[in-house]
């Protein structure tokens, strides 16, 4: 019997200056990234990716999430079934290889975009702060944005590997 190899782990990444440049992302207060090297991470489109990431996690973390989002940053999602949002997060722009997700609250808006490249997935985070009480929400929520993100894109590509990655018809994982 083999032993399957081991997932690699996400990593602190530089935001790349073409998605910090973009219009909607250029005028945010935080900006950090995670990239998870993935053999042929491609082979998902960045919506399956963002879904396998949010919607994927046990249900014990999602709940943390979605409490933690709102509850905490206050942001208000939208409808967790909805074809046009991932656990909530409004879907706002899809490309070929990326995803913006976003929510915002009176205090922040909050962009997390999803770019799948040949062989690693970048998540990236954007924060402006609309409030100066969002900067002190953020700066306690940081740090566990900084444990959560690189834990559940590693276990993503681990359960993506394990279900050969093959898809439902709707386009999410098994």
């Known amino acids: 019997m083999t ?41 998902l489109t960045a919506e399956q990716w963002a879904r396998a990431v949010f919607e994927g996690a046990p249900a014990p ?13 206050g942001l208000r999602l939208g409808p967790r079934t909805s074809p046009r949002h991932v656990l909530g997060w409004a879907v706002s722009d899809a490309a070929d290889h990326s995803l913006t997700l976003t929510a915002r609250s009176p205090l922040v808006l909050t962009h997390n975009v999803v ?29 566990i944005h900084h444990r959560t993100v690189p834990r559940l894109l590693r276990r993503a590509a681990r359960d993506a590997a394990s279900a050969g990655e093959t898809t439902r018809a709707d386009g999410r994982l098994p």
């Open 115 to 143: 770019a799948v490249e040949d062989a690693r997935v970048l998540w990236a985070t954007f924060v402006r702060f609309d409030r100066p009480v969002g900067r002190s929400l953020w700066a306690l929520a940081a740090p």
């Open 3 to 43: 032993t399957p190899p081991a997932t690699p782990r996400a990593r602190r990444a530089t935001v790349p200056g073409a998605l910090a440049a973009r219009d909607d992302l250029a005028d945010a207060h935080y900006a950090s990234a995670f990239a998870l090297p993935v053999p042929r991470a491609g082979a």
């Open 61 to 73: 973390l999602r709940r943390f999430l979605v409490l933690g989002w709102t509850l905490g940053l």
